[in-house]
Each structure stands twice: as C-alpha cells, then as structure tokens.
T-cell receptor, first 114, second 114 residues
Framework: AQSVTQPDIHITVSEGASLELRCNYS??????LFWYVQSPGQGLQLLLK??????LVQGIKGFEAEFKRSQSSFNLRKPSVHWSDAAEYFC????????????FGRGTSLIVHP | DGGITQSPKYLFRKEGQNVTLSCEQN?????MYWYRQDPGQGLRLIYY???????QKGDIAEGYSVSREKKESFPLTVTSAQKNPTAFYLC?????????????FGDGTRLSIL
C-alpha cells in the first residue's frame, strides 16, 4: 500500500520569504501526486497534481512542486509567501492503474508572520 | 456553479442520538467520499462510493453508515455506536474511480456532543 509523510507539522515564515513544504511518499511505481490547501473551517482545494511528464508542476496561487523519483519526494514551493497563504497543506498520493483511493498526509500548518 | 454542498455547517448530537450529515454534488461525479478530520491526524476515510447503490467501508467505518440512492447524494449517519463523534467531517467527490482523479471537497460539517 502507498503511504505519504509530511515531516513538518508546523512551518513559520515571514511574509515575502520563500517557502518549501516537504512531502515524501512510499510506493513501488510512479504514483499520482497531489497538493491541497485548506483554510480554517473549510474544505480542501486542489493546488496542483502530477501524473507524468515534466517533473516540475505549476499550480494555482503561484505554487509549484517538483517530483523527484530518486528521493521519493514531491515538495511544494512558493518564491514569495503572502499572508493569505496561511493555511493547512496536505500532500496526497494515489496508486496507478486502478480504482484506488488516494492516501493523505497528516498536513503541514503554515504560519505567516507580517 | 458546480460544487459540493454539505449541510448543516454545525451540528450537535445528544447522547444516544443518531444524526445525519448531508452531502450533495452537482458535478456529475461518479465517486463520493466521506472523511473525518481531527487535529493533527489529517483525513481519515470513513466510507466511499464509486457508483450508485454501492459503497465500501474505509479505514474507520465503525459507528457510521451511508447510503447512495442517487448519484448526487451521499448522506452520512453518525450512529450512537460512535462513541467519539466530535470532529470535522468532509465530503468529497471525483469524476471517476481511478486515483488519478483529483477530489473536490465540500466546506465540511463540524459535529459536537451536547
């Protein structure tokens, strides 16, 4: 079975600083990979997804993520963080080739200081 | 606009009472899901349905029940057998069965015990 680890429970950055949120997965083949964002009291919104091809994926709100097979990672990045980016971020991994439910990481809470 | 509607936003349950959380989607999606979210634990799958009149247990189905009589609707009942129901409940849907389909989420229902 696939699994996903988000090593950081909380990340604190200053507004305008760069951001990198870590995601590591465990799966034998190339997985489907997703990043979602959740604002307080709301549902999850898809930021970006990776299925195949170019390993650098662009998403909404200025986010990007890079798939690194050798490191089993799919880290989320943003060059300059805005106060409105403060939220919970979830990485998810899905198995290829079948009707499998994606597995979610436990989330990373982003705190943005002015 | 298409989307997922969860109601109510807040719900209170008395001891020994069953309560039902509503989830409706107008995205014409085949698959629907229920997740439970507790602080620091990410999303845990309760039940999912990949087609009308069919559903499967997820990782934490005990104390919960669902039905899928219509494509648009996937209500979740929290029964009195669920001894710790206080949580944030999220409903999601996806276009198809395969795990390469991103999930669309509702805004959640927060359930508390009176």
């Amino acid at each position: 079975a696939q699994s996903v680890t988000q090593p950081d429970i909380h990340i604190t950055v200053s507004e305008g600083a760069s951001l990198e949120l870590r995601c590591n997965y465990s799966y034998g083949a190339t997985p489907y990979l997703f990043w979602y964002v959740q604002s307080p009291g709301q549902g999850l919104q898809l930021l970006l997804k990776y299925f195949s091809g170019d390993t650098l994926v662009q998403g909404i709100k200025g986010f990007e993520a890079e798939f690194k097979r050798s490191q089993s990672s799919f880290n989320l990045r943003k060059p300059s963080v805005h106060w409105s980016d403060a939220a919970e971020y979830f990485c998810a991994v899905g198995r290829t080739g079948g009707s499998y439910i994606p597995t979610f990481g436990r989330g990373t809470s982003l705190i943005v200081h002015p | 606009d298409g989307g997922i509607t969860q109601s109510p936003k807040y719900l209170f349950r008395k001891e020994g009472q069953n309560v039902t959380l509503s989830c409706e989607q107008n995205l014409n999606h085949d698959a629907m899901y229920w997740y439970r979210q507790d602080p620091g634990q990410g999303l845990r799958l309760i039940y999912y349905s990949q087609i009308v009149n069919d559903f499967q247990k997820g990782d934490i189905a005990e104390g919960y029940s669902v039905s899928r009589e219509k494509k648009e609707s996937f209500p979740l009942t929290v029964t009195s057998a669920q001894k710790n129901p206080t949580a944030f409940y999220l409903c999601a849907s996806s276009l198809g069965r395969n795990s390469n389909q991103p999930q669309h989420f509702g805004d959640g229902t927060r359930l508390s015990i009176l």
